[in-house]
């Protein structure tokens, strides 16, 4: 059976990621990597790589980081649903419109559907006559999107 998904170890032999094979084609043409590992069949002069290697150490810090940036696909991914009428959330909206000063931060953005978010406009909640469903803050530490 054909792997598509070949893994790619540190010149540590620690796992890094899984590429597709044309990407581990292009590693071994660019000669930063090595096969440690052949699975059946060739592709061009190589053999079908099944595992591998870096040739130089690449430092992975970002592994074992997680973000905790706002962005517009997190505070989605964090609310899920309309902060007004509890729709379904298609865009987010800045509580303190951007033209007044509001930026994107976790506690002044929440999901909204089009029509929520058109309807308020560029005016607080308090001015446009809608309330939150949702009290918006920083998603907590075993959040993922």
């Not at 130089?56 to 007004?84: E, P, Q």
């Amino acid at each position: 059976m054909a792997q598509t998904n070949i893994l790619v170890l540190n010149a540590s032999y620690e796992p890094l990621q899984r590429v597709s094979l044309r990407h581990a084609i292009k590693m071994l043409v660019r000669e930063v990597a090595v096969i440690e590992e052949e699975d059946e069949g060739t592709f061009g002069p190589f053999p079908r790589p099944k595992v591998l290697r870096l040739v130089r150490y690449v430092v992975a810090r970002w592994k074992h980081r997680r973000s905790n940036l706002c962005t517009k696909a997190a505070v989605k991914a964090r609310d899920r649903m309309c902060g007004y009428c509890g729709g379904t959330a298609e865009t987010v909206d800045h509580i303190v419109p951007r033209s007044r000063g509001g930026t994107l931060t976790w506690e002044n953005a929440v999901a909204a559907c089009l029509r929520c978010n058109h309807r308020k406009a560029n005016r607080t909640p308090a001015e446009a006559g809608m309330t939150l469903l949702i009290t918006p803050a920083v998603p907590p530490v075993g959040f993922v999107l």
